[in-house]
Every structure is written in C-alpha cells, then in structure tokens.
C-alpha cells in the first residue's frame, strides 16, 4: 500500500532538520509526527534540551521551533504494510535540497534511525551540495530500539550530538 508522508514542520531560521525515513501508522492516522506513544523521540528531545516537551502537539510544534528543530521525512511516500521501516518499498523522495536552500539557517541534518541514514545516504549521492552540511546519522528513537538493547539514557547521550 503507497503511503505518503506529512509536511515538514520549519519555524522562522532553524538551526536543525531532523530527517525521519516515513511516519508509522499511527503517525499517519493521528497526522502527527512521532504520534505513537511508544516512540522515544518527544524523550529524548526533552533530554537533549533540558526541557520537557509539552503533551498536546500543537504546543510540541512550537517546543521545537522555538529551539530551532525542523522536522521531516527523507521519503515524500512509499509502499510499506504496516509501520516497520524495513517493509518499505518504491520510495519517492522529499525535495529535502529544497527545504535546506529555502532555509540557509539550518547548519545540522541529523537522521532518525537506520532506513532514514540509508535513504538519506542515497538522497546524498544525487544531491552532493548537501555534503557541506553537518550531518548526524542517529539511532531510531523508536520502539524497536529497546528490542537493540537502546534506552532513554543512551539514546539521549547519542542524540546531543545535533546540538
């Protein structure tokens, strides 16, 4: 089934995208970025800045912006049953050189787990002036980390690096 992903969330100068590969299921059905509650991204971004997300969306939303993180997907869709990153097939890009050229503020590219490295990797290949950005290859904050013997403490540890 071809699933498509959301819209990049950019406040005014950010400073950091964070890259996801495509939202989950329940992502999709809530339309919300990391919407399912067992995914770590909201705890680690509050352990990274020393801050504690909000709990309604909207206001997580602007909790980035405010400390000056975009959000987006390396896929603009794809085919994938279910929500695991390794089901995906057939996938179409975000015009990611786009966003960054629209937004000369953000410094940092940092990746969501393993499937968005390697499609970003890829994206890489076709568009080499993103190369001069900092990129961060990160370990997914998502339920199936714990599985790899991740938790909080060392997802955070890793993740500090965007900043």
């Not at 509650?37 to 909790?63: C, H, Q, T």
């Amino acid at each position: 089934m071809k699933k498509q992903g959301l819209q990049p969330i950019i406040g005014n100068n950010p400073r950091i995208l964070i890259l996801g590969s495509l939202p989950g299921d329940e992502s999709l059905r809530r339309q919300e970025y990391y919407g399912n509650p067992r995914n770590m991204f909201w705890d680690v971004m509050s352990g990274i800045l020393g801050e504690k997300a909000p709990a309604a969306y909207p206001e997580k939303i602007e909790y980035l912006k405010r400390h000056g993180i975009a959000l987006w997907d390396v896929l603009y869709s794809a085919e994938r049953e279910g929500s695991l990153d390794s089901n995906i097939r057939n996938e179409d890009f975000n015009d990611i050189a786009k966003l960054i050229g629209d937004n000369p503020s953000i410094e940092v590219i940092a990746t969501n787990g393993g499937k968005a490295e390697k499609s970003f990797r890829k994206y890489l290949r076709r568009n080499p002036a993103l190369s001069g950005k900092r990129i961060c290859f990160c370990t997914s904050t998502s339920p199936m980390s714990i599985c790899s013997g991740w938790n909080l403490e060392r997802l955070v540890g890793q993740w500090r690096q965007i900043l």
